[in-house]
């Protein structure tokens, strides 16, 4: 009877429980949506689950057998699918407990929602990094953390559309979710999600590796996925949002270093620390007096023929308490900065002073020329040139005297703006080199295009030279290429004289390297040039 009257009051939705959680009774509707049945316990019932609006999972005999609510606010999930927002009222008789379900209201909804879509990505369903640290962190488990990023997200986008990236993103995803099933999967960007597997019992990351870059088809058009993974295997005990950064630093460095499939390391812990100190520290530098902390080294260029020097390159040089970092680990944090043309300024300012000493020195300086490197990102700005000359100027320095060395990848990528930039360049008096020639790859079209002076062949070609006859034969066909240009070449790291002799053997016209030199700091250059006879003998004719 009483049963009867509660139903009618509240709704068709309902079960009961005793204070143990056995179900007493059921209404066909509580049935039928939930799986529901007489006997059942609420608190072992294993399709249903509880969670509470931060998607945490909730205890159902909390929830259930509480004594103190008569109403609360759950989400309810079947099979761990799709999440329904309900209220709950719980009206007591002397034997058993009745549980009613309703919609939550609408505006309890849609705040739910709007919570939802912060925690969960609507595209892809995927959660986003707090709840799913949260959600790794209830089960209590030690596993694999997974970062998987499409590499060429970008590129099929460009090449056909964003809906066909995300497609590749979803494939590859569903590829991931049905090799490991339990696994909790997380967006991290549009091209990059993290994974979290439970255990590592049997796990075949190699395996799993191939299974996502393995191509695939659709509507009639194959497609390449290129993936990076990098992940960490958890030890007992590891904070699971450090492992998450473990796996993430590891992608980052997959990328890097242009492996693609990678454990995170301590060592590469230090290395991520070491290259955030030295970002960190070229920043404040960058902001102070250069000459504190950045010198030009300049390394001697001798022609092949008459064994004259001809001039140098200069080469940065940064010391960071005391010791030299290496060009090549901080000049690309000065580009991405988009301060690296602070530092060809500087470059040129370094020039003047070195021309003034050797003026003291009574040395005649007019027959040398010096090389500066200009990065892509400096030459797309469009105050390059006009920056380039008020320094000239200041310096009191001839366009004529400076070279400009520029990279195969900086000339090809906007080929027609760049190109055009050269040819202003040129008339103002500057030579243009091509530096590190043969490792971009670039076609002949586009260097019969290009308006450049000069071939610097790359010293990955010249220092093994003598043993390696592939490396032989890219050498003579790079020469024969500038003979047939009717363009002077360059061979830098020519380190002995073997080396050095096959050079002038083939034709190459300048020499810089170590067999002259390495790299010296204004003085040392200086006193080189005094030392250097055939300076001597260059200025004696
Ligand atoms: P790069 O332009 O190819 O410079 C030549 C590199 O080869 C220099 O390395 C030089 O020290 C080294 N080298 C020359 N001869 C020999 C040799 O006989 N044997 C060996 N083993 N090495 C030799 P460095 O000074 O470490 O510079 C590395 C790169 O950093 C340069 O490569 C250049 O791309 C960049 N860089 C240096 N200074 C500047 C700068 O002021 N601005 C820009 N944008 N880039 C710079
Ligand atoms: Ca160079
Ligand atoms: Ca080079």
Not at 75 to 102: C, E, P
Not at 496 to 519: F, L, R, T
Request: glycine share 4%; charged share 25%.
């Amino acid at each position: 009877m009483l049963e009867d009257n509660i139903t009618e009051l509240f709704s068709i939705c309902y079960f009961s429980i005793d204070n143990k959680g056995n179900v007493l009774s059921v209404s066909p509707e509580a049935w039928q949506r939930f799986g529901l049945n007489v006997s059942d316990n609420i608190l072992k019932v294993k399709h249903l689950s509880l969670i509470n609006e931060s998607y945490e999972t909730l205890n159902p005999e909390h929830v259930f057998l509480s004594e103190c609510t008569d109403k609360t606010e759950i989400g309810l999930s079947i099979n761990n699918s799709t999440v329904d927002w309900l209220q709950l009222d719980f009206v007591r008789t002397s034997d058993a407990k009745f549980v009613l379900f309703s919609k939550a209201e609408e505006l309890v909804a849609i705040r739910r929602l709007n919570k939802q879509l912060a925690i969960q990505d609507p595209h892809t369903g995927l959660l986003y990094r707090e709840a799913f640290v949260t959600k790794i962190k209830e089960l209590d488990t030690v596993g694999l953390v997974c970062c998987v990023r499409i590499c060429n997200y970008q590129r099929i986008s460009e090449l056909w559309n964003i809906g066909v990236a995300n497609l590749v993103f979803m494939e590859v995803l569903s590829r991931f979710q049905i090799e490991y099933e339990s696994a909790i999967f997380s967006k991290y960007s549009t091209d990059c999600f993290s994974v979290y597997i439970p255990s590592t019992k049997n796990l075949n990351i190699e395996k799993l590796y191939n299974t996502l870059n393995a191509p695939f088809t659709f509507n009639g058009s194959s497609f390449y996925s290129n993936i990076a993974l990098g992940y960490y295997k958890e030890k007992n005990n590891d904070d699971h949002e450090l492992s998450l950064n473990k796996a993430e630093m590891a992608t980052f460095d997959v990328l890097s270093e242009k492996l693609r499939l990678v454990e995170f390391q301590d060592t590469l812990a230090k290395q991520i620390e070491h290259q955030n100190k030295i970002e960190t520290e070229l920043q404040v530098t960058l902001n102070k007096n250069l000459a504190d902390s950045f010198f030009v080294a300049f390394q001697a260029i001798h022609d092949t023929r008459s064994e004259c020097l001809i001039g140098a390159e200069c080469l940065m040089r940064w010391k960071v308490d005391g010791k030299l970092v290496p060009p090549d680990e901080f000049i690309p944090i000065v580009e991405s900065s988009g301060e690296i043309n602070k530092l060809t300024l500087f470059s040129i300012e370094q020039i003047r002073k070195l021309l003034d000493l050797l003026d003291e020195e009574e040395i005649d300086a007019n027959f040398y020329t010096f090389a500066i490197n200009i990065s892509v990102t400096e030459i797309l700005d469009v105050n390059f040139e006009k920056k380039l000359l008020e320094k000239l100027t200041e310096q009191r320095l001839n366009p004529k005297k400076i070279k400009l060395e520029l990279t195969e990848s900086a000339l090809i990528d906007n080929f027609s703006y760049v190109n055009n930039v050269l040819v202003s360049l040129q008339k103002k008096g500057f030579t243009i080199a091509i530096d590190d020639f043969g490792t971009g790859f670039s076609s002949l079209s586009y260097l019969c295009k290009l308006n450049f002076d000069e071939l610097k062949i790359d010293r990955a070609f010249v220092t093994n030279v003598i043993k390696d006859t592939k490396l032989q034969s890219i050498f003579n066909s790079i020469v024969s290429l500038a003979k047939n240009l009717d363009k002077p070449i360059v061979a830098e790291g020519v380190e002995e004289m073997e080396q050095m002799i096959y050079a002038k053997a083939k034709g190459v016209n300048y020499i810089q390297g170590y067999y002259y030199s390495k790299p010296l700091a204004i003085t040392e250059f200086v006193e080189y040039v005094l030392e250097d006879k055939s300076s001597y003998l260059h200025f004696d004719s």
